[in-house]
């Protein structure tokens, strides 16, 4: 019985002994995979994350502090200043010196208090996207005096907010040249986060010549670089890197013939709302066609853009979105409109080229050409007479031109291919590429277009509303300016700039001599035809008028385009008058002013 007890005690003790080994084997497994696990974290952090780390310990102890790269000043081609630079004075959120969570609500009631003009909502925001981004956030652009005091004097009750040094930009001549400059605002979030090189205190080109330039224009900024103490103390000047200034653009505008074009716009809508007549819409542009340097570009109505750059000025940047004439949209550019009569002269140089007719073809004018039930009348009463191609141009014979694009009576015209590739051949139906942020193609229609549009087939009539500008064919002011000037080169028109430098040229598949033929049209229109009341000018021009009717109302466009001196030619100016009556009876005249004042500033050496 000891024996067999004995036995018990001892499978008892040996029992419990490797159940107690069993449980060492367990923790040892723990503390091993526990070891590896801090080790392996260790590691990460040192080898993976190291570099990380080494960088934001390195950005708390070195503080830096930006030197704003002054933005580049725009000229016009005589060297006046077109853009200045005003010193401001910035708030911003600064992450490394912001308050703890619990201590925030008081510093955003302090700043509420300081400038009661921005809500405390917008100081929570900004707040907030600091501490999301790790960035500077802006928190009022271009304080105004009396405030930066205040907050100067209340600097201990503000940490993490700061005063910064900046700019702001400021455009003399207003309205004026706002569709050629645009404007800039501060930086906005989306442009911080596409763009490294941007801060929080920056602004950048929203519209125009400034958007288009903006990474030039801003240039890049300096440093001043200070190694910190624990607490935030400077401790020791590491240096500095020298701010690059923006580069400075010279444009190929005169800003005495900007002004002067506007002021006729101005002019005309006052005269307008005094006979209670509707405002004042349209464009003119004048442009250099032997290099494409726009002289003279002007949408009308137009914007303040000093309300968009200047803060003390932004509450009033809603009338301008609210404003039904809409006054940012440049008409020049972007504007497409039917083209009237000043289709004709380039769908003339096509059909010379194509032989439909020739310089001593002959059509006669009745006043309108029949095809079944259907007559297209000419705009005179019994019609021209006998027409050729000169006088078709010269008096803008509807009839004619019904003949050039769809034929008649035996006589074989264009058609809408051809006509709208010769079209393409001017710069129709593609962005003439100038040196502006957006730009409209126009439009040319085709068969297969109307058909998938609509459901109908392309008519004859289609054919011969095309002829004559009508229907669905649409182009820019600027597309008629460059398609005049490759009338008024005789071979080839280039790319319309803005910015001076080398353009592209685009020549032409059509015989100068068939060109020849289109430029003394529309010379006899002004010395006999339709804009014969600028014959009287001190300087011999060419041009074409155009009356575009507006499908579903009764008003018209009012065109003229032009270029002169007629035998070497210097300047092209095109005028669209919106829902402005005719092109002999108001756009014509309008244009008379340009080239009287042309005229009087020796236009030759201005160009």
């Known amino acids: 019985m ?14 419990k002994a490797k159940k107690e080994h069993r449980r060492f084997g367990m923790l040892y497994v723990i503390l091993f995979f526990a070891m590896a696990i801090i080790l392996s974290r260790g590691a990460y952090l040192q080898v993976v994350l ?55 609500t008081y510093l955003i009631e302090r700043l509420a208090e300081l400038i009661p003009q921005i809500p405390a909502s917008e100081f929570r925001e900004a707040l907030d996207r600091t501490r999301k981004t790790q960035q500077d956030v802006l928190v009022a652009k271009a304080i105004d005096h009396e405030t930066v005091l205040k907050l100067e004097q209340a600097s201990p009750d503000i940490p993490g907010a700061s005063l910064v040094s900046s700019l702001v930009r400021k455009y003399p001549y207003g309205e004026s040249l706002a569709h050629v400059l645009g404007y800039t605002s501060p930086v906005n979030a989306v442009e911080i986060e596409s763009n490294t090189t941007l801060i929080a205190t920056d602004i950048t080109g929203k519209q125009g010549v400034e958007k288009k330039y903006d990474t030039a224009l801003r240039g890049q900024h300096g440093f001043t670089y200070t190694e910190v103490t624990a607490s935030g103390k400077d401790k020791t000047d590491l240096g500095k890197k020298l701010a690059t200034a923006g580069q400075d653009l010279t444009l190929t505008i005169d800003i005495e013939l900007q002004q002067f074009i506007y002021g006729l716009f101005s002019e005309r809508d006052a005269k307008s709302k005094a006979k209670n007549l509707d405002p004042v819409q349209g464009s003119a542009i004048v ?29 009033r940047t809603a009338d301008v979105f609210k404003d039904p004439l809409k006054p ?84 074989k015209g264009l058609g809408v291919e051809k006509a709208t590739s010769y079209l393409r051949e001017f710069g129709w139906d593609e962005k003439t590429g100038i040196d502006l942020p957006s730009e409209s193609a126009g439009f040319l229609p085709s068969p297969e277009w109307k058909l998938q549009a609509t459901g109908q087939p392309w008519y004859i009539g289609d054919t011969y509303h095309l002829g004559i500008g009508q229907g669905d064919a649409l182009a820019t002011p600027l597309q008629i300016a460059v398609g005049t000037s490759a009338v008024a080169n005789g071979d080839a028109w280039f790319q319309p700039h803005l910015v001076d430098g080398p353009a592209k040229k685009h020549e032409l598949s059509i ?18 035809g339709s804009a014969r009341s600028l014959s009287a000018l001190p300087l011999p021009i060419a041009g074409k008028t155009g009356t575009a009717q507006i499908g579903g109302t009764d008003k018209t466009h009012a065109w003229f385009t032009s270029y002169g001196p007629y035998q070497n030619p210097d ?36 160009t």
């Open 50 to 104: 190291g570099n990380e780390f080494r960088e934001k310990a390195e950005k708390n102890r070195i503080d830096n502090v930006v030197l704003a790269a002054p933005r580049g000043v725009i000229y016009d081609k005589h060297h006046t200043q077109l853009t200045e630079n005003i010193s401001s004075t910035d708030l911003v959120f600064s992450p490394k010196t912001l308050p703890t969570h619990e201590n925030e």
């Open 287 to 315: 442009l250099h066609p032997k290099t494409g340097a726009i002289l003279a570009l002007v949408s009308y109505p137009s914007f303040n853009p000093n309300l968009f750059s200047q803060p003390s000025m932004r509450i």
């Open 511 to 528: 015989s100068k001599n068939n060109i020849r033929i289109v430029q003394a049209g529309m010379r006899q229109a002004v010395t006999e």
């Open 328 to 411: 940012l949209f440049n008409r020049a550019v972007n504007g497409t409109y039917p083209a009237g009569s000043t289709i004709k002269p380039f769908l003339a140089a096509g059909a010379l080229e194509e032989g439909i007719i020739t310089e001593n073809t002959t059509i006669r004018s009745t006043g309108a050409i029949n095809v079944g039930p259907y007559r297209f009348a000419d705009w005179k009463p019994g019609g021209h007479g006998i027409t050729d191609a000169k006088k078709a141009l010269a008096e803008s014979v509807n009839t004619f031109f019904y003949v050039v694009a769809g034929g008649h009576g035996g006589n």
């Open 2 to 15: 000891n024996d067999n007890y004995s036995e018990f005690i001892d499978h008892a003790i040996h029992k």
């Open 571 to 606: 300047a092209v100016v095109t005028v669209l008058l919106e829902k402005g009556g005719a092109g002999d009876v108001d756009a014509v005249p309008f244009a008379q002013e340009i080239w009287q004042w042309l005229s009087e500033h020796e236009m030759s050496s201005r």
